[in-house]
C-alpha cells in the first residue's frame, strides 16, 4: 500500500511555530513530531512506501525523515516549486503512483484506520473516497431567516452539525486524468467536478479521535492530550 503525504504548505496559522519549522514537524508532546506520528501509523497499518510533496521548508522535512527506512517504509519526495493546491502535487507524480493509493495531510492526529480507508476505496469503485468527521459548530449570534425584508424566524445561538472532510483521501488515479500537470488543483475543485459526474465520491464516516493541527486550538489541545492519548495513537510505541 502506498500514501501521498501533502506537506507542502506554509502553515500561516500556526505562526510563529512554523516560521523556522515545516508544520509537519511541530512538536507533539516531548518526543513527537507529528508527521512522525503519521509514518508510523502508516507503517503500523501495513503501509511500505510513501511519498512526500514538500515545499516550505521542504528540505528540514527531507533531512528529518531520510528515506524512512527508520519506520520500515520506502520515503520518496516531490518538491513543489509553485503553490498547487491540495490535489495539483499528484498530478506530477502520476507515472510514479499506483492504481489506488492514500492522500492525506501532513498535519492530522487521528487514530483512524488509514489501511482500512484505502481497502474501503478499492472495494468501492468510486473515484474518490473522504473520510468524514462529524462537526458541530456554535453560532455565538442570534440567527434571522427574512423574506423579502421580514423576519420570519429567528433562531438565538444555535448549534449546526456537519460532516467535514478529515484531511484523509483514498484516490485512483484514473480519476486525475484530464487535469493538467503543473497547474493548480484544489481539492475543492476534484470534489465538485466529481459531483457533476454519475460516478460520485464515496464518504468513509469515521467518529473516533481526529484533530487538524493546523488550527491553534486544536494543536493546543493535541499537545495537552498527547500523554493520555500517545496509547492510542501510537500502538506498539
Not at 516531548?30 to 501509523?41: G, W
Not at 489501511?115 to 478499492?122: G, K
Not at 469503485?125 to 421580514?150: C, E, M, W
Not at 493520555?228 to 500502538?235: F, I
Request: charged content about 20%; overall charge negative; some cysteine.
Amino acid at each position: 500500500m502506498h500514501a501521498v503525504i501533502l506537506a507542502g504548505g506554509k502553515g500561516v496559522r500556526l505562526r510563529p511555530y512554523t516560521t523556522a519549522l515545516p508544520k509537519p514537524l511541530v512538536p507533539i508532546g516531548d518526543q513527537h513530531a507529528i508527521l512522525e506520528i503519521v509514518l508510523r501509523q502508516l507503517s503500523t497499518a501495513g503501509f511500505t512506501s510513501c511519498t512526500i510533496a514538500i515545499g516550505h521548508l521542504g528540505e528540514i522535512i527531507r533531512a528529518y525523515v531520510g528515506d524512512g527506512s527508520q519506520w520500515g517504509l520506502a520515503v520518496d519526495y516531490a518538491t513543489e516549486e509553485s503553490p498547487l493546491g491540495t490535489m495539483g502535487p499528484l498530478l506530477t507524480l502520476r507515472d510514479r503512483l499506483p492504481e489506488t493509493f492514500l492522500v492525506m495531510n501532513g498535519d492530522v492526529l487521528t487514530d483512524l484506520d488509514y489501511a482500512d480507508v484505502l481497502r474501503r476505496h478499492r472495494a468501492s469503485g468510486a473515484p474518490l473516497t473522504i473520510a468524514t468527521y462529524a462537526r458541530k459548530v456554535h453560532i455565538d449570534f442570534g440567527v434571522l431567516t427574512t423574506d423579502s425584508s421580514r423576519v420570519v424566524a429567528f433562531t438565538e445561538k444555535p448549534s449546526m452539525d456537519y460532516r467535514v472532510s478529515m484531511g484523509v483521501y483514498g484516490l485512483s488515479l484514473a480519476t486525475l486524468e484530464g487535469y493538467t500537470p503543473g497547474l493548480p488543483l484544489g481539492f475543492d475543485e476534484l470534489v465538485l467536478d466529481l459531483l457533476k459526474t454519475q460516478n460520485k465520491p464515496h464518504a468513509y464516516e469515521f467518529d473516533g479521535y481526529w484533530l487538524d493541527i493546523g488550527r491553534p486550538d486544536d494543536y493546543d489541545r493535541a499537545n495537552a492530550e498527547f500523554t493520555t492519548r500517545k496509547s492510542l495513537l501510537l500502538k506498539g510505541a
